[in-house]
């Protein structure tokens, strides 16, 4: 199995930029697709982003293309998610996930326990 556990959170205004961090346990990180999904206060929790094991392909929710970008180091057993051009909109908390394939209906297997992202404006 693999422990998640997701940083670099915080508060910034509407345009600005955030990059999170999720660092994840074990020796089998690049056996894992990843994913970021987020929820809002009274909302469902959303798909947000995914990266396939090699970092060959990724996909992202329309929301967020164009803005968003997953990344990940499998030396470092880590995912990123920079997140430029901020709006008020994507205040939410962000779990990272991992499971076998990646996409927005897949079974993510291992979740983190969340980092708050708040945008002002």
């Known amino acids: 199995q693999v422990q998640l556990v997701e940083s670099g959170g915080g508060l910034v205004q509407a345009g600005g930029s955030l990059r999170l961090s999720c660092a994840a346990s074990?020796?089998?990180?690049?056996?894992?697709?990843m994913g970021w999904f987020r929820q809002a206060p009274g909302k469902e929790r959303e798909f947000a982003a995914a990266?396939?094991?090699?970092?060959?392909?990724?996909y992202y929710a329309d929301s967020v293309k164009g803005r968003f970008t997953i990344s990940r180091d499998n030396a470092k057993n880590t995912v990123y998610l920079q997140m430029n051009s901020l709006k008020p909109e994507d205040t939410a908390v962000y779990y990272c996930?991992?499971?076998?394939?990646?996409?927005?209906?897949?079974?993510?297997?291992?979740w983190g326990q969340g980092t708050q992202v708040t945008v002002s404006s």
């Open positions: 996930a991992a499971g076998f394939a990646a996409g927005p209906t897949v079974l993510y297997n291992y």
């Open positions: 074990g020796r089998t990180f690049s056996n894992y697709a």
């Open positions: 990266i396939t094991q090699s970092g060959m392909t990724t």
